[in-house]
């Protein structure tokens, strides 16, 4: 089993940055990618940013180039560094973690509420 824990999120106004962590514990052995979703209200569950093992980064277009994700496996963290945030990143925040093929298990955090006020 494994654990996420997030913290980091609150209220900016727009322009303003935030930074997003997750801590996993628990048997974290088979994590192979991190990821963060976000859910406005009324809205799906998107995507919002990968990291692999290897370190490789993905981003959903709407946060190229405002958000960064990044890892600590030391800490068994990961990041979210949101920059110029707008209103329309508003949501709830979650962390995701997906475990190897072999081992198969998806885990999700509690997720952690972002607000941006215009």
């Known amino acids: 089993q494994v654990q996420l824990v997030e913290s980091g999120g609150g209220l900016v106004q727009a322009g303003g940055s935030l930074r997003l962590s997750c801590v996993a514990s628990g048997d974290t052995s088979c994590i192979q990618s991190m990821n963060w979703y976000r859910q406005a209200p009324g809205e799906q569950r998107d995507d919002v940013a990968t990291?692999?093992?290897?370190?490789?980064?993905y981003y959903a277009d709407y946060v190229k180039g405002r958000f960064t994700i990044s890892r600590d496996n030391a800490k068994d963290t990961v990041y979210l560094q949101m920059n110029s945030l707008k209103p329309e990143d508003t949501a709830v925040y979650y962390c995701v973690a997906d475990e190897r093929p072999s081992c198969q298990n998806i885990y999700w955090g509690q997720g952690a509420q972002v607000t941006v006020s215009s």
């Open positions: 990291i692999t093992g290897a370190g490789n980064t």
